[in-house]
């Protein structure tokens, strides 16, 4: 049962008889809970058909860190480390969309990590990772 207060200025509540639960639908609270609903289903719906999409800039430089060394000429070769991380970042890989995504969150931390192309083009070769584009900072990402 809901009770509704009725104010007065002589005393702060007075409650009124009672309204059963199942008699009081208020015309805009049931508008705005359908509305609400029909919102949060549209944007489970929403996450659900994008979730599998493009792999965040995290995961890309979580598993490319460790290869820094070696593109920015500091290291001899690129470290275990760095190939395991790319071929896990690999393995993540599911569309076009995820390509694209990790390529351009590499060309991002290229640009402002001092990376130098020439070492960065030798890394898929030195962690034997097959790659069907060329690694560069110049790459087109979108193609």
């Known amino acids: 049962m809901l009770l509704i207060p009725h104010l007065n200025p002589s005393s702060p509540f007075q409650f009124h008889q009672p309204i059963p639960s199942s008699e009081f639908h208020p015309p805009a609270t049931m508008k705005s809970l359908f509305f609400s609903m029909l919102f949060l289903l549209s944007f489970l719906f929403f996450l659900a058909n994008n979730g599998e999409a493009a792999v ?57 990590l001092g990376i130098q192309d020439r070492f960065l083009s030798m890394i898929p070769q030195a962690c034997n990772i097959k790659v069907d584009f060329p690694v560069s900072v110049n790459t087109n990402c979108e193609t």
């Open 56 to 112: 965040p800039c995290t995961t890309v430089d979580a598993n490319a860190a460790a290869c820094l060394g070696f593109a920015t000429g500091m290291a001899a070769k690129p470290s275990d480390a760095c190939c395991n991380g790319l071929r896990q970042l690999a393995q993540t890989v599911k569309s076009v969309d995820d390509k694209k995504a990790i390529c351009r969150c590499l060309k991002v931390g290229a640009k402002s």
